[in-house]
């Protein structure tokens, strides 16, 4: 009897829950061939183990020819909860390729006693806000969408950046980059906020706990604070909230494969 070839899960990473799910199918499932693939906008990624490819697929159409091409028989689309471009092609490339898709999503925030939330839609929106909110702001949206703050209508506030990798233009006229990646304990961002003057903090609604601190920090310094609200996961996609949620549905397919 010939050998049973590996289920090939294709993970589209560059979250930690992306990386905890090759973790656990690299080393729990060795009926499982797992390839996560990463965008590259980082500059030194954190690689997980399994197979990684790193760049773009050229569109929706691109990602389920290379899912055909390398026998992908599953995708999981564990990108970062805002990349809704890469999400919306996840799901066309999965209907093309005639492949199961799921979507890794870490919940998101919720609003506890004492927190000045302010949400926004989009990046523009949240910019909108600020001069009513605060003149020194804590951005900590990445070094993506800068130019949503960039506006000529914002040249009286001062930002201060935090992204993992230097931005590029356009930016904001008057702003400091700080070049950190997370996670963030409390105590650090208490200072931060002390040292830097900050009245206003922006924010995506991320989730998880690597840089939640800082809405704490806000909430004792009673500052008020933007967040920009995630965009939907695609119609009819389903979703995992944890990477063993993740890891479950991938050995259903195992299983019954």
């Not at 004492?114 to 990046?123: E, I, P, S, V, Y």
């Amino acid at each position: 009897m010939l050998p049973v070839p590996p289920v090939h899960v294709l993970v589209l990473g560059g979250t930690t829950e992306a990386r905890r799910l090759a973790e656990h199918l690299v080393a729990h499932h060795p009926g499982v061939r797992v390839t996560t693939s990463l965008a590259g906008r980082v500059a030194s990624p954190k690689l997980p183990p399994g197979d990684v490819r790193v760049g773009g697929f050229g569109g929706a159409e691109g990602l389920a020819a290379w899912a055909r091409e390398h026998g992908v028989d599953a995708v999981v689309d564990a990108t970062h909860p805002f990349a809704a471009t890469m999400s919306r092609n996840a799901a066309e490339a999965a209907a093309q390729a005639h492949v199961p898709l799921l979507a890794l999503r870490r919940p998101g925030w919720v609003a506890q006693d004492g927190d000045r939330w302010h949400t926004a839609g989009t990046l523009a929106e949240a910019a909108e806000l600020l001069p009513a909110l605060g003149e020194r702001v804590f951005l900590t949206t990445g070094r993506m969408g800068l130019a949503a703050f960039a506006g000529a209508g914002l040249d009286a506030l001062w930002f201060l950046v935090r992204s993992v990798d230097a931005p590029e233009p356009p930016c904001p006229a008057r702003m400091e980059v700080l070049l950190d990646r997370g996670p963030f304990d409390l105590p650090g961002e208490r200072a931060l906020i002390r040292r830097h003057r900050i009245d206003v903090l922006v924010t995506k609604d991320s989730g998880g706990d690597a840089t939640a601190p800082k809405l704490t920090a806000a909430r004792e310094a009673g500052i008020p604070v933007v967040v920009v609200r995630r965009p939907p996961v695609p119609e009819g996609v389903p979703v995992a909230r944890t990477p063993d949620e993740a890891a479950r549905w991938v050995r259903r397919l195992y299983a019954s494969g």
